[in-house]
């Protein structure tokens, strides 16, 4: 019987020492593992010459550094570049490297598909499959690195974001232990500032996320009351704003004055951008340290918004810098190979049944914002 090997490349610090300790190792030996695998891009145990010959041996035989398999590459004209990686029970994810003059962004994908259904992202709109493995997530950045190293780009990475497919903190252990893997001076060494998870508002992970990681928090928002939240983000049901914005206070609280929360909002026309909005919004954040990211809404096929007009946009955003809040507009990147943000999509079996259901809703009539929202 063939027992799988177990694959260190989603091990942490703290993982492989704990792994090592099996083999009777002391912990200064997973330190030197972590560099060979991280920041030397070694794959082989026999090359690992500071090891001992009898540990290469044992991890040869037990173990493997296996990165996921790209089966898709597609590089748009602005400089981004989007991998379709391959993982478990024969779903893919999407990854996007996004260079922008001092920086190389990776945003990286947690699950297969998603857990959520966001009415204007179309990972949604896919169905869900399962979380990624810690080896899945932190193997899309470990390609990354590798390919910014073929390119002989000196930047090396410098962002990692956990804002492609799926929602982190509903694959809450992996998630950290691959932001704490980032954040580790002996695997890539980002600041934690530069480690960004992302979420649609799972209070009660928020709540629990500085017991784990201080790596930065962004919140996707998109709308200011509950009842347009509970239409565009369904999670919102679950945990309304109110908890919601608590829970941001409580990180606020553990992460120390100079740190703040990133607020996403994507930006739909006739939906959530007209001056009441951004008025409404600038109350709910009102006393919290944060800044707010514009995000033009990126269309995908058949989906029910677009995206609003540019004078829209600028009188959203100018309301915002007059109550006096950090408020940048995303420029739209890698929109013409479906990489910009919300348009991830992968191949995903869907065990939801959500895929199929969004098909069907497309041949009847087009979705409207529900009656009972207040006029816009």
């Given amino acids: 019987m063939n027992v799988p090997r177990v694959n260190l490349l989603g091990f942490d610090r703290a993982g492989l020492e704990q792994y090592l300790a099996g083999f009777g190792e002391k912990p200064f030996r997973a330190r030197i593992l972590l560099r060979w695998i991280h920041k030397r891009g070694e794959t082989r145990f026999e090359d690992m010459t500071d090891l001992s010959k009898s540990l290469r041996a044992r991890l040869a035989d ?3 550094i296996r990165p996921p398999e790209v089966v898709e590459r597609r590089d748009a004209g602005d400089g981004v570049s989007k991998w379709s990686v391959a993982v478990a029970g024969g779903n893919a994810v999407e990854t996007v490297l996004i260079p922008d ?3 190389n962004t990776l945003c990286i994908s947690s699950q297969a598909g998603c857990a959520l259904d966001c009415a204007f992202c179309a990972t949604g709109k896919q169905g869900f499959d399962g979380n990624l493995t810690p080896a899945e997530i932190a193997g899309q950045v470990w390609l990354a690195v ?6 002989g780009d000196e930047r090396g990475l410098t962002n990692v974001v956990f804002m492609g497919m799926g929602e982190p903190l509903l694959n809450f252990d992996a998630s950290v232990a691959v932001a704490n893997l980032l954040m580790d001076d002996l695997a890539y060494g980002l600041s934690k500032r530069r480690v960004t998870i992302s979420t649609a508002g799972v209070v009660p992970k928020i709540r629990s996320l500085t017991d784990h990681t201080d790596c930065a928090l962004a919140v996707s928002l998109h709308a200011a009351d509950d009842a347009l939240r509970d239409w565009l983000v369904p999670l919102n049901r679950r945990y309304p704003l109110a908890e919601l914005i608590d829970a941001c206070r409580a990180y606020l609280s553990h992460v120390g004055e100079r740190r703040s929360v990133t607020f996403e909002y994507a930006l739909m026309k006739g939906v959530n951008d007209s001056l009441s909005h951004a008025a409404a919004l600038a109350g709910l954040l009102r006393n919290l340290r944060c800044k707010i990211n514009l995000i033009p809404f990126n269309p995908f096929p058949d989906a029910d918004f677009e995206r ?15 109550a006096g ?3 940048t507009l995303r ?4 929109d013409e190979i479906a990489a910009a943000c919300g348009q991830l999509t992968g191949a995903v079996r869907d065990r939801t049944n959500r895929r199929a259901r969004y098909i069907a809703r497309l041949r009847q009539p087009p979705v409207s914002a529900p009656a009972e929202l207040p006029a816009r």
């Fill in 62 to 64: 037990e173990a493997e």
């Fill in 331 to 334: 420029a739209t990147r890698g």
């Fill in 101 to 103: 003059r001092g920086r």
């Fill in 146 to 151: 590798r390919e910014l190293e073929r390119r």
């Fill in 325 to 327: 809040y950090t408020a």
């Fill in 308 to 322: 609003p007009d540019a004078s829209a946009i600028t009188a959203f955003q100018t309301c915002l810098l007059n």
